[in-house]
């Protein structure tokens, strides 16, 4: 047992015994996809979890970035962050607009409001920030400065399922926010995704949008694309949904065992709750100063590796450093020095609902010396 490998995630998976009963209807119901009855039941149970007022489901994590920037006609520039998945950037590069890196704070990871502003040209028309590891960023002042330049703000909060600050969800900020329902993800619908929005006509114009542009039998209102969450996958969320809370808690045990065994260990730094924060515990990252623990972050990536406990190097390298992005000017090392210490450091530790004592034990066993 002991040998057994140990993943970075592991997916939340509803009972059989609990999904067959939805499938025999969906079956009897035949009516597969296409703003069905379980997409809708999915919609209103989001909005009453998440405490929002308009949730649009999707097929995938990706497409809500892509419709909301064509929901909100955003073009030119788009100031964004270095330190997330490619999903983010790619989503602007799609919409033929250019993003702007600007560095990230190093307690949090998320994009740094203090970079923003120098950053804005007479070309930016949103701020496209991620809530990194299911950290809230610092929306007030993000929005302070959106409302100062006439700025949209669009979160990639594909980390921030269920997050609040002090009572609030963190899905309430900006003008839209989006959500990945990932299989990796804390909540999942096998693959899927959602957009957050706060205006009844921006709901309308997004599932136009997700349903190639239809308004109605035969009304095109604009060049949409198929984004729609079939039947199966809302049933399976559902169902999700009523797991979730448990979950979340078991990764907070989680996310404690981590904490109190390496506390003391020197070279290792962790992330701490944030005051008024729900967290999720999506991850759990670790940052590795080489010359305070001996050993380099790729060194104890791989030791872990080879001994089957995977983690992740969760955001290395950075966004900037691809191929379709390093020869932007915004992209150079010089100007993302946080942002590069981060990512040449981190470690994302496995972190799931799952996760049993002995597999924390064993994990730690090839951390603490």
Not at 2 to 8: C, L
Not at 215 to 230: F, L, Q
Not at 301 to 308: D, P, T, V
Request: proline letters at 5%.
């Amino acid at each position: 047992m002991e040998n057994k490998g140990i993943t970075v995630t592991s997916p939340l998976l509803p009972s059989l015994d609990d999904f067959l009963p939805y499938l025999q209807d969906i079956w009897n119901r035949k009516w597969l996809t296409n703003n069905g009855y379980y997409h809708k039941e999915l919609e209103k149970a989001l909005c009453d979890y998440l405490k929002v007022p308009y949730v649009s489901l999707f097929t995938n994590g990706t497409l809500p970035l892509m419709c909301a920037l064509q929901a909100l006609r955003i073009t030119g520039e788009v100031i964004t962050t270095p330190y997330s998945f490619v999903a983010t950037t790619h989503s602007l590069w799609w919409n033929g607009i250019k993003p702007v890196f600007v560095d990230i704070d190093p307690e949090t990871c998320n994009i740094d409001p203090l970079k923003i502003e120098a950053a804005i040209t007479p070309k930016t028309t949103a701020i496209m920030p991620v809530h990194v590891y299911g950290k809230p960023c610092d929306t007030e002042r993000i929005q302070q400065i959106a409302d100062k330049y006439g700025l949209k703000v669009i979160y990639d909060a594909a980390h921030a399922f269920g997050v609040e600050v002090n009572g609030q969800s963190v899905l309430a900020a900006g003008d839209i926010s989006t959500l990945s329902f990932h299989a990796t993800k804390v909540y999942n619908t096998i693959e899927g995704g959602a957009l957050i929005c706060h205006d009844k006509k921006i709901k309308e114009r997004i599932d136009y949008l997700k349903n190639f542009g239809f308004a109605g039998e035969t009304t095109i209102i604009a060049p949409g694309i198929n984004g729609k969450m079939d039947e199966v996958r809302s049933a399976y969320g559902l169902i999700n949904l009523k797991q979730v809370d448990a979950a979340i808690e078991s990764r907070r045990q989680v996310a404690l065992q981590y904490r109190n065994a390496l506390q003391q260990v020197k070279g290792i730094r962790f992330m701490e709750d944030m005051l008024g924060v729900r967290h999720n515990y999506s991850y759990f990252p670790i940052f590795v100063d080489s010359q305070e623990y001996g050993m380099t972050r790729d060194e104890l990536y791989f030791k872990m590796k080879e001994n089957s406990v995977l983690g992740r190097r969760y955001f290395y390298p950075l966004i900037s450093e691809f191929s379709t992005y390093r020869g932007l000017e915004s992209a150079r090392p010089e100007n993302l020095p946080v942002a590069h210490r981060i990512a040449d450091s981190v470690i994302c530790l496995p972190m799931h609902h799952g996760i049993q004592k002995y597999e924390i034990e064993r994990i730690l066993s090839f951390i603490i010396r």
